[in-house]
Every structure is written in C-alpha cells, then in structure tokens.
C-alpha cells in the first residue's frame, strides 16, 4: 500500500539554549531538526489536521469524515 501525506499542525515546545533559539528563529533549518531529534520537546498545544484536508482524505479513502482531538497534557 502507498503512502500518504497528512499536513498536521503540531502544538508543541521546544526546550533550546538562547543559541539553538537563534538558530532557529533565523530559519536555520538543520538546528531545529536536531532538537526535534532529540527529547528537547513536548507537544502541549492544540494539534489538529485542517478539515480540507480531512475531508480530501475521507473522499480518497472512502473514510467517514468526522472529528479527531487530540490532548497531549498529559
């Protein structure tokens, strides 16, 4: 079976240096894709996949559309 794409915005928080802060907040994409590979974060904010985008999915699968949530302060 193919793969598919799902665009998800995440809520998260990074824990950085003020380096790693800078880095990032400069669109240095290598330095947050190494706190990402690390446990230098947590989600803990609203996260959902945007409804087009469910529903363009629902229609290609044959899935029934409806809402997912998702809580991660746990």
């Known amino acids: 079976m193919e793969n598919v794409q799902i665009w998800m915005r995440l809520g998260a928080t990074l824990d950085v240096t003020p380096e790693q802060a800078r880095k990032i907040l400069s669109g240095d994409g290598a330095a947050l894709e190494a706190v990402l590979d690390s446990d230098s974060w947590r989600f803990d904010g609203d996260s959902y996949i945007p409804?087009?985008?469910?529903?363009?999915?629902?229609?290609?699968?044959?899935?029934?559309p409806k809402e997912y949530g998702f809580d991660f302060n746990l």
Not at 51 to 64: F, P, T
């Open 51 to 64: 409804e087009e985008i469910v529903a363009e999915l629902c229609k290609q699968h044959g899935l029934d």
